[in-house]
């Protein structure tokens, strides 16, 4: 059929049930953590092919501009904004740049009660402070993406593979002139039955969690995979990191529990990218002692070069590519030790072993991926 239905372990971007004129896509979590489409009523399919068109993973081209990109590193000259944010404050200070000049905002939020990353529209600058921050799971984009008008002007954001195809959906509506899309170098989306296995861990010392955040920058931003956490039993703030041994710092960067697509179908390393701006942590040497935070920032297309020179409150120093992306993945992931028999205990109900023990199993082979002494 001209539809998604034939399409698997993709990247779960929700695009094909935003232009499914028949409302009969569903996104939902498949049985290894990660977003899927579902066809709901494949008989009112009128094989009008739009899911297809507009689906990243199925064309193998990805839906760029060519223009020369230029590179920096970046950050906001708040202090504050800085300290929040996961590198150096720029995806925000772009936001709120842009809704100076009447743009919305369509970035990431956490929910608590759901424990998931989702999309959301912020019209102001404090309801767009709920972006600040990497959650590092695959983020529920639907909801938000359907409330997107075509006619209005928005900064979206999200992984290249969700901008990829949202840059296709503006494509077929010819809709492009209205939007911002800004992406970042991805390392991959971690399952969410790892992130509600490694949740429930953290409770059963801290209580129901009630804030998160995933990067703290305490011991500086070169030590910062740290996820600091309130818990409801706790007054104290639990921080776990990933130089101490974190469970799931370690699986994520590890790259054992990443999505499928993240393994075999990622077409966005480096600059490969669908949208007018990327950004990221610019690791590497130029800024081996920065403690505050440096971001990678690049304009891919003349609209996101235009955006990043009228964006206020940012420090930018020129940079040649090589500076610019030193540290980032190039190539394809390797294969995944632990993915399997994870996904096996995660599958069941109730787990018996805990993240941190299925770890030591592994830790001489981790270790040694991950360079920890
Ligand atoms: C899953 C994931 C993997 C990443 N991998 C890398 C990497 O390999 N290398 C690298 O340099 N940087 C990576 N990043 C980006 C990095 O963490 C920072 O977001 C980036 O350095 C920009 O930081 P900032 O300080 O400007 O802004 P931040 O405040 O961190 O801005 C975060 C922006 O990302 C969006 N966002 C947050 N969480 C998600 C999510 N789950 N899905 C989609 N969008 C989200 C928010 O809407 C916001 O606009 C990754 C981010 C995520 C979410
Ligand atoms: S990659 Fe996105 S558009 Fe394509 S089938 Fe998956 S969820 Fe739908
Ligand atoms: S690693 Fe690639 S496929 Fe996976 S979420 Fe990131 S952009 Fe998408």
């Not at 498949?30 to 094989?47: N, S």
């Not at 009660?113 to 529920?140: C, F, L, N």
């Not at 991805?186 to 209580?207: A, Q, R, T």
């Amino acid at each position: 059929m001209n539809n998604v239905s034939e399409i698997k372990n993709c990247y779960g971007c929700g695009v094909c049930s935003v232009v499914c004129s028949k409302k009969i896509i569903s996104i939902v979590q498949d049985k290894q953590g990660f977003y899927a489409p579902r066809i709901e009523h494949l008989e009112q399919c009128t094989d009008c092919g739009l899911c297809l068109k507009v689906c990243a993973y199925s064309h193998d081209e990805v839906a760029n501009s060519n223009t020369e990109p230029q590179g920096y590193a970046a950050w906001s000259t708040d202090v504050d904004v800085r300290r929040d944010c996961s590198s150096g404050g720029v995806g925000f200070e772009i936001g709120c740049s842009l809704l100076n000049e009447g743009y919305k905002l369509c970035g990431v939020r956490y929910d608590v009660p759901t424990r998931k990353a989702v999309h959301y529209i912020a019209s102001t600058p404090t309801e767009w402070k709920d972006s600040m921050g990497s959650k590092y799971i695959q983020s529920y984009t639907p909801d938000a993406f359907k409330a997107i008008s075509r006619k209005e002007r928005f900064l979206v954001t999200g992984t290249p593979c969700q901008i990829d195809s949202f840059r296709r959906y503006l494509r077929t509506f010819n809709a492009e002139d209205n939007f911002v899309l800004m992406d970042f170098f991805c390392h991959g989306v971690p399952s969410k039955l790892v992130w509600d296995k490694y949740l429930s861990e953290c409770e059963k010392k801290i209580g129901r969690v009630s804030s998160i955040s995933w990067r703290s920058k305490e011991r500086g931003w070169h030590d910062s995979w740290a996820m600091k956490l309130q818990g409801d039993k706790s007054e104290i703030q639990h921080i776990s990191r990933r130089s101490q041994g974190d469970a799931f710092y370690l699986l994520f960067l590890g790259n054992q529990c990443l999505g499928k697509a993240c393994y075999a179908h990622c077409k966005y390393k480096a600059l490969s990218s669908a949208a007018d701006i990327r950004i990221g942590d610019l690791w590497g040497t130029a800024y081996k002692d920065n403690k505050e935070g440096v971001s990678a920032l690049i304009g891919l297309t003349e609209r996101g070069k235009l955006v990043i020179e009228k964006t206020e409150h940012i420090e930018c120093v020129a940079h040649d590519m090589d500076t610019v992306i030193e540290g980032q993945m190039r190539h394809q992931l390797s294969y995944p030790v632990v993915m399997r028999p994870l996904q096996l205990l995660l599958a069941k109900t109730r787990v018996p072993i805990a993240l941190q023990a299925l770890l030591s199993k592994y830790t001489n082979k981790l270790k040694s991926r991950l360079h920890i002494p």
